[in-house]
């Protein structure tokens, strides 16, 4: 991991740094961007036979393999999975249904004017494809984060789109009562997703974590097709200046090891803890090599003149994942995906069986949303209600906005409500 004063002589290279991870969301995503609108629009014109050639191309589809995953596939691989296992996906379900549960937006009504109602209803959404990554690693807790929120809110087709779905994915497929799981993935499943083809329906949202070329994909479609974020490459920050060096060398690799683009990142102004975690991180990722590659390329630690200014460089780069030391750090903290307080809460607890979603904002877009939650998969309906009396208390002062602007049919048709 690189080593740099924020102050000093090493106040010029900081200052350089700091500003291409604030540019880090754009860049990445314009390194693909041709390839990926390419794939989009052949998917979109040519249908199940583009998205069959590019499966197999890049998914391992065979010839003759169906696209969509069998029921008896799914209940095959949960029958075959370690008890010890299908417990831990219980127990995190639960935990993330419970969370979800909880975050549910409720309806209300409110008066502003007697006469007057005010209020919203919460609708789920129609449909949902949930991306699930099938890389590097099998991730069946991605599919339980991204599948479950949408359950909560209730929405009624819910699709899941995973490249070489392993047996811990099809297990947890078949524990979430999953009936649309198609062997696809990258920027084809994307497109399949958004547009529609002859065997897999569009949906109205797409949602999910993915590479480069999925998060391109999102980002092009969305114009069309909603999509929770463009989540791109794991980042972890770490602002400490209390902690202990070994436990935050151990978040630091542990998060690095799921991309060599993740983005680990230490800010502090002590020194001394400063070199402490990186002679750690040199020691516990020498075995690791996707981690070693990741934070030797991307890895950076951050020596800042005060506490201040440390903070503050935490929520100017608005980081996936933090940890801070203390609950008090909560009150500065204000760009963040999710939070991890004190040395008793490694970020790997997020990642799994806490209950908040482990589908973050990354690329900075944390300054400007939260991660995946129920909210993804509702639409909050405002609704007006309006007696006689309530028009004519209210009535005049919208006339009056509606001359103003000009818009005389608008100031007529309350006029011609209030004659009645």
Known sequence: MKLVRTFGRGAKAATALIRTLEQRGALNTARVEAVVREILSEVRQGGDAALRRYAGEYDSLGAGQELLVSQEEMKAAWETTDPKLQEAMRVAQANIRGFAEAQKPQEWMMSPAEGVKTGQIVRPLGSVGCYVPGGRYPLPSTLLMTVTPAQVAGVERIVVCSPKPVKETMAAAWLAGVTEFYRVGGAQAIAAMAYGTESLGRVDKIVGPGNLFVTAAKLLVSAECGIDMPAGPTEIG???????????????????????????????????????????????????????????????????????????????????????????????????????????????????????????????????????????????????????????????????????????????????????
């Not at 209390?242 to 683009?261: F, S």
């Not at 516990?284 to 005060?306: D, P, R, W």
């Not at 589908?359 to 877009?365: D, E």
């Not at 509702?378 to 006339?399: D, F, M, S």
Request: aromatic share 4%; hydrophobic share 40%.
């Open 238 to 420: 770490v602002t400490s200046e209390t902690g202990d060096a070994a436990g935050i060398a151990a978040d630091l690799v542990a998060q690095a090891e799921h991309d060599p683009e993740a983005l680990a990142v230490l800010i502090t102004s002590r020194e001394a803890l400063a070199e402490a975690v990186a002679a750690e991180v040199k020691e516990q990722s020498k075995t690791n090599t996707l981690a070693k590659k990741s934070l030797s390329a991307q890895g950076c630690i951050f020596v800042t003149e005060t506490v201040a200014e440390a903070q503050a460089l935490t929520n100017r780069l608005a980081l996936e994942h933090l940890t801070v030391d203390s609950a008090a750090d909560l009150k500065w903290v204000k760009n963040a995906g999710s939070v991890f307080v004190g040395a008793y809460s490694p970020q790997s607890m997020g990642d799994y069986v806490s209950g908040p979603n482990h589908v973050l904002p990354t690329g900075r877009n944390g300054r400007m949303r939260a991660g995946l939650s129920v909210m993804d998969f509702v639409k909050v309906i405002t609704v007006q209600q309006y007696t006689r009396k309530g028009l004519k208390e209210l009535g005049p002062y919208a006339v009056a906005l509606a001359e103003a602007e000009g818009l005389t049919g608008h100031a007529e048709s309350v006029r011609q409500r209030m004659k009645r």
